[in-house]
């Protein structure tokens, strides 16, 4: 069972910057598709940014240019650097991750077996 653990949120005001990890229990981030996805009360869980097995990142629009996914493999761990944040960014955060058939973009809720349990950001104007 792979389990993720998220840290790094908090509160920051608008136009700054803040970075998640997500660290995996087993040797995850090399051979899995990672993600984040964002839920703001009342809302779907959306599609945030992901990292193939392969290394290769992928962003949602919203925030193509201003989040940075990557991945440290000998640590196990994800991150997501978000910088010129907007209040509409804030949301609770969760990293994803699943074992793909092939090398290619993941990003539906029900393309992924495993969550973490979330990291709350608030963005304030």
């Known amino acids: 069972q792979t389990q993720l653990v998220e840290s790094g949120g908090g509160l920051v005001q608008a136009g700054g910057s803040l970075r998640l990890s997500c660290i995996a229990s087993?040797?995850?981030?090399?051979?899995?598709?990672m993600a984040w996805f964002r839920q703001s009360p009342g809302k779907d869980r959306q599609f945030v940014a992901g990292?193939?097995?392969?290394?290769?990142?992928f962003y949602a629009d919203s925030v193509k240019g201003r989040f940075t996914v990557s991945r440290d493999i000998p640590k196990n761990t994800v991150y997501l650097q978000m910088n010129s944040l907007k209040p509409a960014d804030t949301a609770a955060y969760f990293c994803?991750?699943?074992?793909?058939?092939?090398?290619?973009?993941?990003?539906?809720?029900?393309?992924?077996?495993?969550w973490g349990q979330g990291a709350q950001v608030t963005v304030s104007p």
């Open positions: 990292i193939r097995w392969s290394g290769v990142p």
């Open positions: 087993r040797s995850t981030v090399a051979r899995y598709n």
């Open positions: 994803a991750a699943v074992v793909p058939s092939g090398d290619y973009e993941t990003r539906g809720l029900d393309d992924y077996d495993y």
